[in-house]
């Protein structure tokens, strides 16, 4: 079965989706800078069966100094046809946390010339337990039409993450060295007690770097785990079918594999005007 994006499904019914900017307003006095974003988003999705589901997400990100304080409540109701509410609930999540060069060494560069044990090593070229460009061995490979220098095939890591359901390993298309690692959850992860997100102070303690807002309307965070490679934690509204995650990748093997897909097509292209001439010669010879 060809496996496609694995942000896209299929929804049953319909499904309609607006985004609307409530307010958005800044003010910077001396070196502090307090911003503040808010927005909703409202879904409809009609079932199989006629009941109606309708979410909406409200988020709010405010941002004082080096601490950024987000909040996000969504609410939930299901409907049967007739327009009778079966049922409604409501969630709601809200972390505060420095952002910046504070309380943490970020790792070695890659050359930087400083040494480090194995065990840190570990902790740069590695994640879900794959190992960036070690080849990765399997017969499911698939290709997927968001990455097309890049063929994928799931996986069960040795330990799973709570909450998540899919692992995925996208490796180069020739030499299936390992690229990218996701690990997708289809429901939002539960943050646990306490201020921030729980998978944040993971990420930061297993990789001893800090996270970096990506987006103000939505909780999405960029860790740099050093030698040019990233971990991206979309910790609730991802794209697609998935609520949560947690995606982990090396640039370097992206052009390595971009490299490949090229030599790929040129082997292609090579082989088909191969056999066109001799389709040719064939035919001026029974001529």
Same mark, same amino acid.
């Given at each position: 079965?060809?496996?496609?994006?694995i942000?896209k499904?299929?929804?049953?019914g319909?499904?309609i989706?607006?985004?609307a900017?409530?307010?958005?307003?800044?003010?910077?006095?001396?070196?502090?800078? +307090?911003v503040?974003?808010?927005?909703?988003?409202?879904?409809?999705?009609?079932?199989?069966?006629?009941?109606?589901?309708?979410?909406?997400?409200?988020?709010? /990100?405010?941002?004082?100094?080096?601490?950024?304080?987000?909040r996000?409540?969504?609410?939930?109701?299901?409907?049967?046809?007739?327009?009778?509410?079966?049922?409604?609930?409501?969630?709601?999540?809200?972390?505060?946390?420095? /952002?910046?060069e504070?309380?943490?060494?970020?790792?070695?560069?890659c +050359?930087?010339?400083?040494s480090r044990?194995?065990?840190? $090593?570990?902790?740069?070229?590695s994640?879900?337990?794959?190992?960036?460009?070690?080849?990765?061995?399997?017969?499911?490979?698939?290709s997927d039409?968001?990455?097309?220098?890049?063929?994928?095939?799931?996986?069960?890591?040795?330990?799973?993450?709570?909450?998540?359901?899919?692992?995925? /390993?996208?490796?180069?298309?020739?030499?299936?060295?390992?690229?990218?690692v996701?690990?997708?959850?289809?429901?939002?992860? +539960?943050?646990?007690?306490?201020?921030r997100h729980?998978?944040?102070?993971?990420?930061?303690? @297993?990789?001893?770097?800090?996270?970096?807002?990506?987006?103000?309307? @939505?909780?999405?965070?960029?860790?740099?785990?050093?030698?040019? $490679?990233?971990?991206?934690?979309?910790?609730?509204?991802?794209?697609?079918?998935?609520?949560?995650?947690?995606?982990?990748? +090396?640039?370097?093997?992206?052009?390595?594999?971009?490299?490949?897909?090229?030599?790929? $097509?040129?082997?292609?292209?090579?082989?088909?005007?191969?056999? $066109?001439?001799? @389709?040719?010669?064939?035919?001026?010879?029974?001529f």
């Open positions: 079965m060809k496996m496609t994006n942000g499904a299929a929804a049953a319909s499904f989706a607006m985004t900017v409530v307010g958005i307003f800044a003010a910077a006095v001396g070196e502090r800078r +307090d503040s974003s808010r927005s909703s988003e409202s879904s409809v999705t009609t079932n199989d069966n006629g009941s109606v589901s309708r979410v909406f997400t409200e988020s709010t /990100v405010t941002t004082n100094g080096n601490m950024v304080t987000e996000r409540r969504e609410t939930r109701t299901n409907t049967d046809v007739d327009g009778n509410i079966l049922e409604t609930s409501t969630s709601e999540y809200a972390q505060s946390y420095p /952002v910046g504070v309380g943490l060494t970020p790792p070695a560069s +050359d930087s010339g400083e044990d194995d065990d840190d $090593r570990k902790t740069e070229d994640f879900l337990g794959l190992k960036f460009g070690e080849i990765y061995e399997s017969t499911n490979f698939v039409t968001s990455e097309p220098t890049l063929l994928c095939a799931g996986f069960k890591p040795k330990k799973a993450l709570a909450g998540f359901d899919d692992y995925f /390993v996208y490796v180069t298309p020739k030499t299936h060295k390992v690229v990218k996701y690990a997708c959850a289809k429901e939002a992860v +539960d943050p646990g007690a306490g201020g729980y998978l944040i102070e993971a990420l930061e303690k @297993r990789y001893n770097t800090w996270a970096r807002l990506r987006d103000f309307f @939505r909780p999405v965070y960029t860790f740099y785990i050093g030698c040019g $490679r990233y971990v991206t934690a979309f910790l609730a509204g991802a794209p697609g079918r998935y609520e949560t995650v947690l995606v982990a990748w +090396d640039d370097a093997l992206l052009t390595l594999a971009a490299d490949e897909t090229a030599e790929i $097509r040129r082997e292609a292209r090579k082989a088909a005007a191969e056999k $066109r001439r001799a @389709r040719v010669d064939d035919a001026a010879d029974a």
